[in-house]
């Protein structure tokens, strides 16, 4: 069956530290996958997408990797601060002229002073 | 410029009734998809309209439809409401390139607020 899996559990990590979540999907063969950012109450928000093709990714404090051989990708935010505190949501979409989003059940993520 | 906006922001309902959420998507934007997420869930893929068409449909029943309007804003109607229904519904707006004769949505997609659902 196609599944898209995320830690459940929350991560809590000290401020500065790095975060690293985690991504792993099986039975689908995604041309794209995207990472988005979801505060409580609120709608999603875009901060990251890597093709099928491409290993790394980065945006500022930001990172990400994708691996089409083993279906996950590790999504990485550097020197993380109490604002970054979240659940992070990642997606998995295709190429076809049409842009479905296929999303994991999060990992919310902690950041403590 | 204003994101994408969606209304009510609440709505409580009871089982049998019909609800109808809006969204306006970001202005230039002309795809429109629908989410329903549960608590505790990710997002889940309801509808994808552009060019005033559907383009794409999730797995849900017939009592679920959309549409969308000439300004691209659209509609979300539920019928026959169950208590399962109560969740965030979130409307979600793309960009669209053209390459010849060859529409195409862009990746990124902006979502709004959502509108919360209650059925009881």
């Known amino acids: 069956s196609q599944k898209i899996e995320q830690n459940s559990e929350a991560l809590n990590i000290q401020e500065g530290k790095t975060a690293t979540l985690t991504c792993n999907y099986t039975?689908?063969?995604?041309?794209?996958l995207q990472w988005y950012r979801q505060d409580p109450g609120r709608g999603p928000v875009f901060l990251l997408l890597?093709?099928?093709?491409?290993k790394e990714k980065r945006k500022e404090r930001l990172k990400v990797t994708f691996d089409t051989t083993l279906k996950q990708s590790l999504f990485h935010i550097t020197a993380s601060q109490p604002a970054d505190s979240a659940t992070y949501l990642c997606?998995?979409?295709?190429?076809?002229?049409?842009?479905?989003?296929?999303f994991g059940a999060g990992t919310r993520l902690a950041v403590h002073p | 410029d204003a994101g994408v906006t969606q209304s009510p922001t609440h709505l409580i309902k009871t089982r049998g009734q019909h609800v109808t959420l809006r969204c306006s998507p970001i202005s230039g934007h002309k795809s429109v998809s629908w989410y329903q997420q549960v608590l505790g869930q990710g997002p889940q893929f309801i509808f994808q309209y552009y060019e005033k068409e559907e383009r794409g449909r999730g797995n849900f029943p017939d009592r679920f439809s959309a549409r969308q309007f000439p300004n691209y804003s659209s509609e979300l109607n539920v019928n026959a409401l169950l208590l399962g229904d109560s969740a965030l519904y979130l409307c979600a707006s793309s960009l669209i390139w053209t390459s010849g004769r060859r529409s195409v949505v862009t990746n990124e997609q902006f979502f709004g607020p959502g509108t919360r659902l209650t059925v009881l």
């Open positions: 890597i093709r099928e093709n491409e």
């Open positions: 997606a998995l979409s295709f190429s076809g002229g049409y842009n479905k989003l296929i």
């Open positions: 039975n689908y063969s995604p041309a794209y």
